[in-house]
């Protein structure tokens, strides 16, 4: 629920006193009861139950993700709520209604139908109500749909938003966030330190990777991905890169009569080929993937490669050109 001034410490203190056993119990404490524990005085409990109170404001898929449905997250919670619109209507789906719903499979139908059949559970539920909580979706308009169509998954750290500001905006303008990288995905939105299996996943499944000021701009361009630098640089997703190297091995983007070969930005350029016409396929090496956006460059490409962090590739692999 994100309550201001409850962390896991407090929460553990509370457990340890005997004042919370489930979430509904938050809704039952008073300022006198929490005034008198370690760590906490008058002004800190007096501000813990202000955030209790505005918390019955929090959107309906906020509550069903705080319920402790298992595997139902943050994502699937949110498209849980935006499918059936109330608590009710989950309550009662069917297994095949509930598949139906985005993120939702038959792993997850089932423990959303083992969770509501639990007594317990129905008694905890019955007293949010009681407090207030939303159990409803409230209607939101769309402020346009130059993103409609189009999924995302968000990862890694931003400079100009936080994730859950990015998510917003997707989904404000049409797009749909998922929750991890598969087939259904169209573009990873990498900001900095994220792990090398999502980006090895995606690049695998054809997934572009593009960083958070191609996401503002195709937003602001209608939903047309714009071709820029940005795009194919690669040191804050996989490391520095080594020198440049040329390489026609098929995965990396090589292989005769397949993809071309492929160059790694470092400290030279290969003899003979300053002036060829390159390609710029992607963001990481090692993968069958990088079909991000062509860029052709066509006086001294590598000229650009300079700083490290660009891959480069000459295609198709027709006789050589100068410019």
């Known amino acids: 629920m994100d309550i201001e001034g409850l962390g896991e410490e407090t929460v553990e203190l509370l457990f340890e006193n005997g004042l919370l056993h489930d979430i509904a119990d938050l809704y039952d404490l008073r300022a006198e009861q929490l005034a008198c524990l370690p760590r906490l005085g008058e002004k800190s409990a007096?501000?813990?139950?202000?955030?209790?109170?505005?918390?019955?404001?929090?959107?309906?898929?906020?509550?069903?993700?705080?319920?402790?449905?298992?595997?139902?997250?943050?994502?699937?919670?949110?498209?849980?709520?935006?499918?059936?619109?109330?608590?009710?209507?989950?309550?009662?789906?069917?297994?095949?209604?509930?598949?139906?719903?985005?993120?939702?499979?038959?792993?997850?139908?089932?423990?959303?139908?083992?969770?509501?059949?639990?007594?317990?559970?129905?008694?905890?539920?019955?007293?949010?109500?009681?407090?207030?909580?939303?159990?409803?979706?409230?209607?939101?308009?769309?402020?346009?749909?130059?993103?409609?169509?189009?999924?995302?998954?968000?990862?890694?750290?931003?400079?100009?938003?936080?994730?859950?500001?990015?998510?917003?905006?997707?989904?404000?303008?049409?797009?749909?966030?998922?929750?991890?990288?598969?087939?259904?995905?169209?573009?990873?939105?990498?900001?900095?330190?994220?792990?090398?299996?999502?980006?090895?996943?995606?690049?695998?499944?054809?997934?572009r990777l593009i960083p958070e000021e191609e996401l503002l701009a195709m937003n602001a361009s209608g939903g047309t991905l714009p071709v820029t630098k940005k795009s194919f640089r690669r040191e804050h997703l996989c490391g520095p890169p080594p020198r440049l190297r040329e390489t026609t091995d098929k995965n990396d983007g090589g292989g005769h009569g397949k993809r071309g070969r492929c160059f790694l930005g470092g400290n030279g350029t290969p003899r003979g080929r300053e002036n060829t016409q390159y390609y710029f396929p992607g963001a990481c090496p090692g993968h069958r993937n990088n079909d991000v956006e062509i860029r052709i460059i066509r006086t001294n490409p590598f000229s650009l490669l300079r700083s490290p962090g660009f891959w480069a590739g000459s295609f198709p692999l027709l006789p050589k050109r100068k410019f």
């Open 46 to 207: 007096e501000n813990i139950i202000r955030s209790i109170r505005g918390s019955v404001e929090v959107p309906f898929q906020r509550v069903l993700f705080a319920l402790g449905i298992r595997f139902v997250g943050e994502t699937t919670a949110k498209y849980l709520a935006a499918h059936f619109r109330t608590l009710d209507a989950v309550m009662h789906a069917t297994r095949e209604e509930l598949i139906e719903a985005d993120e939702v499979g038959g792993k997850i139908a089932d423990a959303i139908i083992d969770y509501f059949a639990d007594a317990e559970n129905l008694r905890i539920i019955e007293r949010l109500r009681k407090a207030g909580l939303q159990t409803e979706a409230a209607h939101k308009a769309l402020e346009s749909e130059s993103l409609a169509g189009k999924n995302f998954v968000i990862t890694g750290r931003f400079s100009g938003h936080s994730r859950d500001e990015l998510k917003e905006l997707i989904e404000a303008h049409g797009g749909k966030n998922l929750a991890g990288v598969s087939g259904n995905v169209e573009f990873l939105v990498a900001g900095k330190k994220i792990g090398p299996g999502k980006i090895q996943k995606a690049t695998q499944l054809g997934v």
